[in-house]
């Protein structure tokens, strides 16, 4: 019976005999072998097991003593077998390999989804003489991968997995629906296929990001349907990940835009013919769309006012006032009647009253404010006349005051006069 290699971790070698090495001031690797969590074991160049923890025996359902000295081609295929001899010549080229799928059979006779990876075992002179492997069971993560997939297929939205080159993997009914192709017409499938060269490169920018963050947003794609229709739509997507947790492709969601944008170009149609001055900022006060009525007012080009902070056009203090008031809009979601003096280009300043309610995205969240402006000039213009009206009334109330107490003066004279004269006649007569 051939005796176990003994193995252990650090290259400072003291003595070697024909059995292995051992190394100063190391570990003795069986130690290690014995208590690793993992099922690991040890296998010559022929596959026969040399070494196996109690993790291999609590994964198969095996004593060891019926593990030992077996070779791995009586617990799996005859397929896999031949992989895993050719996983060992590459252990002996590369020193390594890694992901050989394996599934054994247990002691019950169940098939068990696994996964190798192993490193080569070496001899005092550096010949590798067999492999030090570790499995790893597989059946959580099989389910969860079939959980995955259901997820993905059942998925209301289209949804795809693609690799980090863009190659579509898996796509949901969704995604057929959307662009009108059988699923063996999408799968294994350049992502190119279907969109233009330019929204090609956005995509695989998209996919770099999905690599350095884990997750791209909002990114536009617009695919040609199978009818030559352009869809467009928007995509988010995450990081698709392996075992080891490195990023090796991307979950796509695509959402079609083309009700949103219908109701969009509506809106826009909305403001572009509002008789009113109408314009939208972002929450920051600057101006991403304006119409001709914002022009007619101010008196600047639709040039010189996309873009440009509302700042630009008011006074320091109601810059401030417009900021408390995108607050309200955010928190309570319309703001009605701030008080505004824009300055036009002939720098006139025009008195308006602003009504604003909240744009939000398609989430819902508050992403700016749809302003309308009302010009205050002819209002302020009726104020002043009415105030003006006002005191002119008022004016001639007080002369006829005046006017009133000079009559009424007079005529008190004239009653005492006459009084006078019929006192002096009385008395003539007398």
Not at 64 to 91: G, K, N, W
Not at 252 to 268: F, Q, T
Not at 357 to 376: E, F, N
């Amino acid at each position: 019976m051939a005796r176990r290699p003994e193995v252990v971790t650090q290259p400072d070698v003291v003595k070697g005999d024909g059995r292995g090495a051992k190394w100063r001031g190391s570990l003795d690797a069986d130690i290690i072998i014995a208590n690793a969590p993992d099922p690991v074991f040890v296998s010559d160049l022929e596959g026969k097991i040399l070494q196996a923890n109690d993790a291999v025996s609590q994964l198969l359902g095996f004593r060891q003593d019926e593990v030992l000295e077996q070779s791995l081609s009586r617990f799996i295929s005859p397929e896999e077998t031949r992989e895993f001899t050719a996983a060992l010549r590459e252990v002996v080229e590369r020193g390594v390999m890694r992901n050989v799928v394996l599934n054994p059979r247990s002691a019950s006779g169940e098939v068990i989804p696994a996964s190798l990876n192993a490193s080569a075992l070496r001899d005092s002179k550096g010949k590798a003489i067999g492999a030090i492997g570790i499995l790893r069971d597989m059946r959580e993560l099989d389910k969860a991968r079939a959980y995955a997939e259901s997820l993905i297929k059942n998925a209301p939205d289209p949804v795809f997995v693609s690799d980090l080159e863009g190659k579509i993997l898996q796509a949901n009914d969704a995604v057929s629906q959307l662009l009108g192709f059988r699923q063996d017409e999408v799968l294994e499938q350049s992502l190119s296929r279907f969109i233009s060269p330019e929204e090609t490169r956005e995509f695989t920018a998209a996919l770099r990001e999905v690599v350095e963050r884990g997750v791209t947003r909002n990114a536009r794609l617009n695919p040609r349907s199978a009818s030559g229709q352009v869809i467009p739509t928007t995509l988010n997507a995450s990081a698709l990940r392996n075992p080891d947790g490195k990023v090796i492709g991307a979950i796509g969601i695509l959402r079609d835009m083309r009700e949103l944008d219908k109701a969009r170009a509506y809106a826009e149609s909305l403001i572009k013919n509002a008789p009113d001055p109408v314009f939208v900022s972002d929450l920051e006060g600057k101006i991403l769309q304006a119409n001709d009525a914002v022009s007619q007012l101010l008196g600047f080009r639709q040039d010189e006012v996309l873009e440009q902070s509302l700042s630009r056009f008011i006074s320091p203090e109601e810059t401030r006032e417009f900021t408390a008031a995108l607050r309200e809009v955010v928190e309570r979601g319309v703001t009605r009647n701030a008080r505004l003096n824009p300055r036009s280009a002939r720098g006139e300043v025009i008195p308006t009253t602003l009504n604003a309610s909240a744009l939000r995205d398609p989430d819902g969240k508050v992403i700016g404010a749809i302003g309308i402006l009302r010009d205050m000039r002819a209002y302020e213009q009726v104020v002043r006349d009415l105030e003006q009206s006002k005191t002119e009334l008022q004016e001639k109330i007080l002369d006829l005051e005046k006017f009133e107490e000079v009559v009424v003066g007079r005529e008190l004279k004239m009653i005492a006069l006459e009084k006078e004269l019929e006192s002096l006649r009385k008395k003539s007569k007398g």
